[in-house]
């Protein structure tokens, strides 16, 4: 079993759409959680860690469910520049976990 | 302030043959951890180093080793190399090496093994 698991997508979404991720981890012990976006051929970048009470940053809103093991992102009035793979990112003990990322697209 | 720099960006190399890649971590950064990336997939944990010391290791052959040198910067040795080898290679700093830290990536080493 995946330690982190992502539908891998493609959502294609209008501009100004609102767009959800969701992203379930399988080690119950882990400690913190992220979201960074990956551009094509280019590194991934933090777009927000995910706190257990829930965080926004503009645009961009994370949930943490821990009982669930459970973690989305919400987009909100998508923009072009938005287009991306967004990876879901679990921290347990001294390794970081990747999910393999979902693709969006957002069409003008 | 520079963000992480590695070295090279792409190489080429064939079958059987080692490779060393740089990275340099931000300043003020202790931790290096090193990824490797296939295409269509999330970046797979290697190494994490701290304060010179490795502090957790993937699951990944002993082909590939690494060090991390006093002004913090590291190196990931791949011995031996394979066509699955091909990747990009992705070097990650941070300011801590335990409990909830963030980090921060550099731009990669994309490593093609013919």
């Known amino acids: 079993r995946k330690e982190v698991e992502q539908d891998p997508g493609p959502f294609n979404v209008p501009e100004g759409a609102t767009v959800a991720f969701n992203c379930t981890y399988s080690?119950?012990?882990?400690?913190?959680f992220f979201w960074y976006r990956q551009d094509c051929r280019k590194e991934p970048k933090l777009l927000m860690s995910v706190y257990s009470s829930g965080n926004e940053d503009g645009r961009f809103t994370a949930q943490l469910n821990r009982a669930s093991q459970y973690i989305s992102l919400l987009i909100r009035d998508s923009k072009l520049s938005d287009s991306a793979t967004y990876l879901c990112?679990?921290?347990?003990?001294?390794?970081?976990?990747f999910g393999t990322g979902t693709s969006l697209t957002v069409i003008p | 302030d520079a963000g992480v720099t590695q070295s090279p960006t792409h190489l080429i190399k064939t079958r059987g043959q080692h490779v060393t890649l740089r990275c340099s971590p931000i300043?003020?950064?202790?931790?290096v951890s090193w990824y490797q990336q296939v295409l269509g997939q999330g970046p797979q944990f290697i190494f994490q180093y701290y304060e010179k010391e490795e502090r957790g290791r993937g699951n990944f052959p002993d082909r590939f080793s690494a060090r991390q040198f006093p002004n913090y910067s590291s190196e990931l040795n791949v011995n031996a190399l394979l066509l699955g080898d091909s990747a990009l290679y992705l070097c990650a700093s941070s300011s801590v090496g335990q409990g909830p830290y963030e980090q921060y990536f550099g731009p990669g080493t994309r490593l093609t093994v013919t």
């Open positions: 990112v679990v921290n347990a003990g001294n390794q970081f976990y």
């Open positions: 300043s003020g950064h202790k931790s």
């Open positions: 080690n119950s012990a882990s400690q913190s």
